[in-house]
């Protein structure tokens, strides 16, 4: 009779054993997918606000300028067409500023103003016949204010006032989003107050 012969064992792994760590690492690289996707989405997020923070610094360095140079200003109501100031008595609050580079020169001015049915901050330069968009996605309505030095609105056109600006943004961050669930806004505020250099 032969001597019986072993077969050499060989180390493997049981079939729960790879099915565990299987199922481990398919845990693994979801986590990984999902913070990467995380990751790109708060990037996109952020892209979109500085892109809106970049519009409104150059739109209100814009402004500035033109109110420290100017001659007179009035807050008042108006559009592309008309502008009326606000009565003297009357809190001094609109949607709209017109700025005149020479008091005695009523001709010659330009005028800011809200367009509610665009959401625009509008710049129009009758003389040079331009109209500029300087904001988008803007919603509240009353945008410009005279104020005092403590920042109560003055009810006069006093010569010393300061001109208060309020932007209330609200904008959707993904067009593409709109449609289905967990379309992503964004709402913030920027404000800002400027005094003319030359008062009377």
């Keep these: 009779m032969l ?23 398919t845990l693994v690289i979801a986590g990984l997918i999902s913070f990467h996707l995380f990751g790109l ?34 807050v ?21 500023l017109q ?4 008091k005695a020169d009523t001709n010659r001015f330009v005028r800011y103003f809200l367009d509610a049915a665009s959401e625009q901050l509008v710049r129009l330069d009758p003389e040079g016949g331009a109209r500029q968009t300087l904001a988008r996605f803007v919603t509240n309505e009353l945008a410009f204010a005279a104020e005092d030095l ?9 010569n ?3 001109i208060a600006l309020t932007l209330q943004f609200n904008q959707l961050l993904f067009p593409s989003m709109a449609a289905g669930p967990g379309g992503l806004y964004d709402f913030y505020q ?4 400027i005094t003319r250099r030359a008062l009377e």
Aim: aromatic share 6%; glycine share 8%.
């Design 3 to 25: 001597p019986r012969t072993h077969a050499p064992q060989c180390a493997a792994y049981t079939l729960p054993e790879v099915m565990v760590t299987s199922a481990l690492l």
């Design 41 to 74: 989405r708060l990037d996109r997020i952020g892209r979109a606000k500085l892109g809106a923070t970049d519009e409104a610094r150059r739109s209100l360095s814009l402004l500035e300028k033109e109110v420290r140079e100017a001659g007179w200003i009035q």
């Design 76 to 96: 008042g109501w108006g559009d592309e067409s008309t502008f009326v100031p606000v009565s003297p008595g009357q809190p001094q609050t609109g949607n709209a």
């Design 99 to 102: 700025i005149y580079t020479d």
């Design 150 to 158: 403590s920042g109560t609105v003055q009810t006069n056109p006093y």
């Design 160 to 162: 010393n006032r300061v």
């Design 190 to 193: 920027v404000r800002t107050r």
